[in-house]
């Protein structure tokens, strides 16, 4: 079991989840980077408790792993830990990357029971825990304070997508290409009105008898 440290990444699991959390600690470590993985199966009482708060207020990433079995699950560590993680969110800015959240398998966004801030931050997806070198560098970056969350809204990529998020602002294109085209359409609307040729209509003479 590794002690926290500066600059290091909290990983919160579910107990079924352990083989993916591993395969994701083993891969971040590979790369330099501190994690704290608790492997411990004996949790629960006030002395883990109060080792809860203190790695979670020392740690600068959180990463929980989600997953059909933190979605089944109504009770757990995992979720105090989850709760502590995103009570701490009310402090950082919102431009400040720390909650990093993982799923390792094909649960919707919609259907994972996590807190809000989990929602408001980009996921990415790892099947059964397995890990790029691309995300152990954005952890990398992200650890350094190279990149912060910038956008307030990221979504889960599906499974087998190229990229790992997705985000509004990669589908502005579109957006404002639709809007010049209506631009467009209007100000020829405008100029047909103006410019039209007047009809003159004949004078009609009215005779009362």
């Given amino acids: 079991q590794t002690t926290i440290a500066a600059a290091a990444v909290f990983l919160s699991y579910a107990s079924q989840d352990s083989e993916a959390a591993k395969r994701i600690c083993s891969a ?20 883990w408790d109060h080792k809860i708060r203190r790695e979670l207020r020392d740690c600068t990433l959180f990463m929980p792993v989600i997953s059909a079995n933190t979605a089944a699950r109504h009770e ?103 809007v010049a085209a209506a631009l467009v359409a209007l100000g020829a609307v405008a100029y047909w009105a103006l410019e039209k040729p007047r009809i003159s209509i004949p004078a009609v003479s009215v005779v009362f008898a």
């Fill in 76 to 178: 757990g560590y995992f979720r105090l830990e989850w709760d502590l993680a995103d009570q701490r969110t009310h402090m950082i800015a919102r431009n400040r990357a720390f909650i990093v959240p993982v799923c390792v398998d094909a649960t919707p966004e919609t259907s994972a029971d996590t807190p809000e801030s989990f929602q408001r931050v980009q996921w990415t997806r790892l099947p059964a825990g397995v890990t790029p070198p691309a995300f152990v560098e954005r952890v990398r970056r992200l650890l350094s304070g190279e990149t912060s969350m910038s956008s307030p809204t990221h979504r889960v990529a599906e499974p087998g997508a190229t990229n790992a998020s997705w985000s509004p602002a990669r589908k502005w294109p579109s957006y404002a290409a639709a």
């Fill in 28 to 47: 971040l470590r590979a790369g330099g980077i501190e994690v704290w993985f608790d492997q411990s199966e004996l949790r629960g009482g006030d002395a």
